[in-house]
Structure formats: C-alpha cells, structure tokens
C-alpha cells in the first residue's frame, strides 16, 4: 500500500514563504513523477508544479518564478519552496505521485491528505 505523507502547510503573512515537503512510502517499483496540486474554496483542484524523477518540471504560469519543485529520489520525496507568497495561494495543497508498483504493472496516481496554506495580507 502506498502512502503520500505531506507537511509544511501552515499561515504566513504576504510575502512570506513555506515549503512542503511529501514523502512516498510503501513497496513499489518505481516513481515516475511526483507533483503538488492545490484547490482553493470553492474552486476546482489544479496543477502547481510536477516534477519527474529525471528533473523534468512543469509549472502553472501563476506560480513561476515564485514556486520551486524539487525532488530527492533517495528519500521518495518532493518538495515545494513557495516564495513570495500572495492571498492568491491560499489553498489546500495535495501531493500526487505517479508510482509504477511492479515491474510488470501499469502506473496510477496516488494523493495525499494534503496541506493547508494560508497567506494573510
């Protein structure tokens, strides 16, 4: 069974910056991508950066510049350091993973619980 165990989401003033961090664990064959998605209220869920384990990255225009993905592929972990926050990215952030769990198995997403972020002005 696999598990994305995300932390680092908490309230900070405009400005201000945070990073997340989610860890992959379990028994699986591979990651082939990991990912933050956020969802504001009211609002659908969206894609913010991902991130594949060569170093590819990907990220929404509303966030480049600002927001850095990372990933240690030792550690199955990725990372978001969030700069120069705004109100805007007041959401609750998600981990996704792309993870391959056997040699001879297709890949699925998995999600975590995910994290909230806050930004006061």
């Known amino acids: 069974q696999v598990q994305l165990v995300e932390s680092g989401g908490e309230s900070v003033q405009a400005g201000g910056s945070l990073r997340l961090s989610c860890a992959a664990s379990?028994?699986?064959?591979?990651?082939?991508?990991m990912g933050w998605y956020r969802q504001a209220p009211g609002k659908q869920r969206e894609l913010v950066a991902v991130i594949a384990s060569g170093g590819t990255t990907q990220y929404a225009d509303s966030v480049k510049g600002r927001f850095t993905i990372s990933i240690e592929n030792a550690k199955n972990t990725v990372y978001l350091q969030m700069n120069s926050l705004k109100p805007e990215d007041i959401a609750v952030y998600y981990c996704?993973?792309?993870?391959?769990?056997?040699?001879?198995?297709?890949?699925?997403?998995?999600w975590g619980q995910g994290t909230q972020v806050t930004v006061s002005s």
């Open positions: 379990g028994r699986f064959f591979r990651i082939n991508a």
């Open positions: 996704n993973a792309n993870i391959r769990l056997g040699l001879g198995s297709t890949s699925r997403d998995y």
